[in-house]
């Protein structure tokens, strides 16, 4: 069973690359900002073992996280300030 699980994650692997794998990294530091058990510095970390390994371009990689998560607060912002404080802390 650990033959197939680590087959299966190395095909996984090759199959991050180009935009594809970008997009995907984006939207994953998206939702960390909106779902916070979402794991996004392990989704950076990842990014960045890509990055060494060739499948990704460095740039790429921080320009996709940086948007990603950028967006994901501002959409948490744009909530919050609609929403109004007292929708936060209400008793």
């Not at 095909?11 to 779902?35: K, Q, W």
């Not at 990842?46 to 996280?65: D, I, N, Q, S």
């Amino acid at each position: 069973m650990p033959a197939v699980m680590e087959q299966f994650f190395l095909r996984l692997v090759d199959s991050f690359s180009g935009a594809p794998g970008y997009l995907l990294l984006g939207f994953c530091a998206f939702l960390e900002n909106i779902l916070p058990p979402v794991p996004g510095d392990t989704v950076t970390v990842f990014g960045g073992y890509l990055a060494a390994t060739g499948r990704l371009r460095f740039p790429g990689v921080v320009a996709a996280t940086t948007i990603g998560s950028f967006a994901g607060f501002m959409c948490m912002f744009c909530a919050g300030r609609s929403l109004g404080r007292d929708f936060f802390f209400a008793r």
